[in-house]
């Protein structure tokens, strides 16, 4: 019966694995943010995730320890990340298209790796649900946030930092002036492609995060194409969110918690098309893009445009 959604225990459900889902929105998007900031669009988001959540996965496989796979998975998202600076930055290639050939890499990557050395999906023992004392006992809100892995904590934490970061330090002056006008950045004194390099480098190593977060947190085991489209929500998700972590943080929740939404209605058979409920966070993200197409004013002026020194 589509009445049992409303029931406590379902909405406490949906709460709790939607705050649970966020997690990869939240890595990825954020990280993105700092990119987009400085100029650079970065469509391999996906691919970046994909690799490091095979990484972490693969690692926690033959190791057993979840804090290794964490490790690879940022390592992993660091060195793609290097990758794209290079091809955006110093190659200065067009960025959607040049996106897009990071994620069929990755995506390519991944699955050749996962045939050749796993063939069939194991589970691994992951970050486990950490039991705050005392606040895991409160009623409906303990379940929700104190029942939780570390990498859910830690994103919810980053984004706090990642504004103060963006707003409050002499860095995010600096990604802000590269974004807005490079050219007087540079008469300034401030090396855009420095400064960029290091956001791009900051956005992968987050998607890694990401990535692991699904892998070795949430899963617990690595699946072809496990992030099913969740790097190219998270960068609809800093539109959506007009480069502001957490307006950024609110789209996330709201794309999870439909995500969650959908989940309950297929386990509790509710009389809804199972196609359609599958369909809604990609529903949600076409009318997040067309909300965030009244945010393109916002958008930082540079966004997209390589620097040439001396034009």
Known sequence: MITDLFSLTVIVGVLTSGVRLATSYIYAAIGETFGQISGVLNLGVEGIM??????????VLQTGDPWLGLLSAIIVGGVMGLGTAFISVTLKAEQGISGIGIYLFGLGLSDL??????????????FTD?????????????????????????????VPIAWWVLNKTTFGLQVRAVGQNPEAADTLGISVARVRYITVIIGGVFAGLSGASLSIALLNVFQQNIT??????????VYFG?????????????????????????????PIPSDLALMMPYILTIVALMFAARQVIAQPAALTKPFERGE
């Open 242 to 270: 007009a480069w502001n972590p957490f307006r950024v943080l609110l789209g996330c929740l709201l794309f999870s918690m439909v995500n969650a939404l959908q989940l309950w209605i297929q386990v509790l058979n509710i």
């Open 228 to 237: 099913s489209g969740q790097g190219f929500i998270a960068v609809a998700l």
């Open 50 to 59: 994909l690799v490091a959540a095979y990484a972490a996965y693969y690692t």
């Open 130 to 158: 950490i039991q705050i004392p005392v606040l895991t006992d409160l009623p409906i809100i303990g379940p929700i946030f104190f029942q939780q892995n570390l990498l859910v904590y830690i994103a919810f934490a980053l």
């Open 113 to 126: 790796l996962y045939r050749i050395t796993i063939k069939s999906p194991q589970t691994v023992k992951g």
